[in-house]
């Protein structure tokens, strides 16, 4: 929004903050810990909205047989506080909505963890379960903690080298705080990205010489599913769907379920949210308002914490995704040597 830029100002006293707390961590005047097994830092410049999940999702599942992995996040936006460990019987507010995530995904096969301060965190881990790895979510500007490898994700419509520190833009530090980075991935790209424009690319976020750089794009999943059963993409045109989203750039998911579904009435709503019962009733009515073969469809994220609702259960699907590297062959044995040395 252009009106941001009249908090440019604010913004230079934001960047000269972190700029500061950076330099003090450069310099050893603040303290960090670093820790003895393989710990992978994945995280964004920005406030959100660069595809975080889907790409711990793929770290889980190429690292899943290596070694047990466990993943450390704050846990945004759970009632909870401390040191928490999904389990069966774990809830959104108990440990957040992506960790939960995670842990319906790939169950027991890993170990998830919350803890908002993640040296502690990693401390309560080492002293009561026996990982491999740790992969920590969302924890680029966590200075206390050092990782062994840090990847930093930018969104190809929206790159940190366009943006402007909060208030005026969404970067979180200013972009010199990509230096930090050892692999950079320009996420969300279209299905087919030219080599010229990838090169455009490399010469604007001006590479390192021991940074590593990566495209990726999401995929869709060819079905939908619902606790109770699933349905495959030839049923999707017959279909009308109340598309429910609480993430942050929604549109790319949207402009998809238009295209493949009858009819869709999109109802938006904040990254994270927490949907109060009044707007669950507002959902539901729409729904029954839907005329048709109807659905209700959302995030995987988003199902995680509208699954509860009984007045929805019935009728909620989730659209499973993933990502997809430019060059999944490097990629992949760039993580696996990181770890296998360590």
Known sequence: MKWRKLLL????????????????YNTGLMRTTSFNLPMINVGNLSVGGTGKSPHVMYLIDLL??????????????????????????SKVYDIGDEPLQFFRRFKNRILIAVCEDRVYGVEK????????????????????????????????NHPYYKDYPLPAGDLREGRGGARRADIIIVTKCPDTISSQKQDELMKRINL????????????YDDLIINQFDTMSREKWLETNVVLVTGI???QPLVDFVTANFAHVLHLEYPDHHNFKDTEIDYISKRFIDTEGKKIILTTEKDYMRLLEEASLKQDLYYLPIR????????????????????
């Open 9 to 24: 100002p604010f913004s230079g006293l934001y960047w000269l903050g972190t700029a500061v707390r950076n330099v003090c």
């Open 323 to 342: 990502v997809e590297l430019n060059d999944k062959e490097k990629f992949n044995q760039t993580i696996l040597d990181y770890v296998r040395k360590n």
């Open 248 to 250: 942050a750039k929604p």
């Open 64 to 89: 899943k047989n290596e070694r047990l992995v466990c993943t450390l996040s704050r846990g945004y936006g759970r009632k909870t506080k401390g040191f928490k460990v999904a389990n069966y019987e």
């Open 208 to 219: 390192k010489s021991h940074q590593s750089l990566f495209f990726s794009k999401v995929v």
């Open 125 to 156: 881990i080492l002293k009561n379960f026996f990982p491999g790895i740790i992969i920590l979510d969302d924890a680029f500007q966590h200075r206390r903690i050092k990782a062994g490898l840090n990847i930093l994700l930018t969104d190809f």
